[in-house]
């Protein structure tokens, strides 16, 4: 014969889901609580004792379904009873141990303690039916099975209610802080106000088979909302955040399964019977109530997580919070900047004060103010893998983000320790963009240092390209005025000197001021009047500004040399050479005219022309420092003569 009275179909669905919901929770709670990183050992015997409820109570359904086993029925119902029992002791003894209780409210915390673990006795005794026959009590209620059922689960309830109702007066006032663990004993209490009043209404009340079924089912299910009351209350561990959010996004989707399955049994019974195919309508209906349901636990899931982490847990919003730490980290140029603004933002954020980024090798040496020791990947101790995040930057771990959870002002959850995950991969990116930055930043310089190197050096082989040159134009020019004029080519020797006096002078100097150049060309030009006598006139006007400005040293003079061997000496008559400079939009212009035979064609189309070595040397050296910045041009004058015009940036190396 079954324990059970006879109830609606209805209300055996309700059971069934009420049961199965209850096992999802008991197995995610028992997930949570038994990872590496939960060390309490009583949260997880909480957790059994929540699956073997509610696995029991799944098992004497099904089975009184099927009407296959009476005693796997009996059998499964005792031990959900004997655990259903231990509920109010468990829940005395927890809010018993306080310090902040007085004397006297422990003490009759501890008879009220007693009572419970005595009264829960007789009820779990009484389920075998061993009281009655112990003392020889011939209570006809006592010796029907049915009947004794329904009077020992009408006394568990008025017990927990009783038991609970008392343990929360007496120990509890005055000692319930916060939204959230008010919100916690008010679960507890309703739970076992509602298990009791539809206890009361099923067995002293005649009511409809409808509403009958509905009662039923509120009665042995209201238990889950004490159970998740009492766990929201005791259980503090890291995962509790994901446990509430889990939680509710199941009960919310048992509602609407339950809420479906009277539907089903209802009114969608009703109507497929008055169609010609009951049978389809069942399955279409039942298919379209499957896809609302899960269209609105989809809606609700998120909406239930946005509540639980700024209602529930009254945590920020970590997305926009990541978000402000990475702006301000992409402003910092320096690791200590980078490591202190994260501390100081996650500080407050949190309210973790003894929150550190340490270096690895100091890590086991890092000490929360509890004196408690962090002990590092390095040493040999246990530690929580929790309170180290690690940096990682590129494949190393350098340094690990460090927080102590002893005496913070809050608890340390799952959504806490996941913005933590996050603001460690913000820190090592950036740090290993700033070394990114850092090793550009040295390679280029490097390539610069380089890159001078190399310029350096093709001026110095371009400038000593152009000292024999000279050298060679200017021997030939004395050897020639040796026989006819021995006196003009003594002079031309001792003028030869000055310049090379001068070349050697600066014959480490890449550069020079226009000033210089100008003086020097003035010397050259001293040995070319030896040979062109009073045929030869020179004006030379460059403004200050021009005159102060820097050019490659040796720029000028080869094209003087060139006016004056190509321009003017084929050329009879007087002859004159024009020097002008001039600064102008921070680019310098320096142009040598001549007055004599001009450019020949060829020379005109080609910007290198063919006359000499050097020509090319300048546009090879402007090439090389100035790039296509420096041009070097060449044209002949409307009036006859040709001019040759450099025109690059004033102010170095482009």
Known sequence: MSIFPQTAEPSLAGQLVGYAVGMILSLIFLALVTRPSETNKRLRYLALCGLVWNACGLTSNLVHITGTSSWIEHLADLMKSGVGKLWPVSAVAVWLNNDALSPTRRKLGRWLLGLSIATGTLLFLAQFGWFWQMFHWDWQILKDDAARYEFIRNCSAYNALAIVGGGAWLLLAGQV?????????????????????????????????????????????????????????????????????????????????????????????????????PYAVRIAGLTALFGFVVFLTGRFASAIDAFVETYVFGKPNYRQAAAQLREKLSLLETAPEIFLATEQFVRNTLQLDDLRIVPRVELSQVTDKSGKEFAGPESGKERDADTAMPITVGHQTPHFLT???????????????????????????????????????????????????????????????????????????????????????????????????????????????????????????????????????????????????????????????????????????????????????????????????????????????????????????????YGSKGTLVLQNMALGGSRATLQFPAGGIG
């Open 177 to 277: 802080h916060g939204w959230f663990q008010k919100l916690a004993v008010t679960s507890i209490l309703l739970g076992l106000i509602i298990n009791t009043i539809c206890t009361v209404l099923h067995a002293y009340f005649l009511l409809p088979l409808g509403v009958d079924s509905v009662v039923v089912t509120l009665e042995q299910q209201s238990i889950i909302l004490a159970v998740i009351g009492g766990l929201f209350y005791f259980a503090r561990f890291r995962a509790l955040d994901v446990f509430v959010k889990l939680s509710l996004r199941v009960l919310v989707a048992a509602t609407l399964a339950l809420s479906a399955s009277y539907v089903t049994f209802g009114p969608l019974e009703k109507i497929s019977q008055k169609t010609v195919g």
């Open 403 to 625: 927080f102590a959870t002893q005496g913070t002002q809050s608890m340390v959850l799952s959504m806490d320790l996941d913005f933590l995950r996050e603001v460690s991969v913000l820190v090592g990116r950036r740090l290993e963009a700033f070394e990114r930055e850092k090793d550009r930043v040295e390679r280029t310089r490097h390539e610069a240092q380089l890159t001078h190197q190399l310029l350096s050096a093709e001026l110095r082989a371009l400038r000593a390209q152009v000292n024999p040159h000279f050298l060679f134009n200017s021997l030939n020019t004395i050897a020639a005025l040796i026989p006819p004029e021995p006196e003009k080519a003594e002079l031309m020797t001792v003028r030869l000197a000055r310049v090379f006096r001068h070349v050697l002078t600066h014959t480490d100097k890449s550069f020079s001021t226009v000033e210089e150049e100008i003086d020097f060309v003035r010397t050259y030009l001293e040995i070319e009047k030896v040979r062109f006598g009073d045929r030869l006139s020179i004006l030379i006007e460059v403004s200050e500004a021009a005159e102060a400005a820097t050019v490659p040293s040796l720029i000028l003079q080869p094209l003087v040399e060139n006016a004056l061997k190509h321009g003017l000496a084929p050329k009879l008559g007087a002859n004159k050479l024009t020097i002008r400079g001039s600064l102008t939009q921070g680019y310098l212009c320096l142009s040598v005219e001549d007055n004599g035979v001009g450019l020949k064609r060829a020379d005109r189309e080609n910007a290198t022309p063919s006359m000499g070595v050097g020509l090319r040397n300048i546009e090879e050296r402007l090439r090389t420092i």
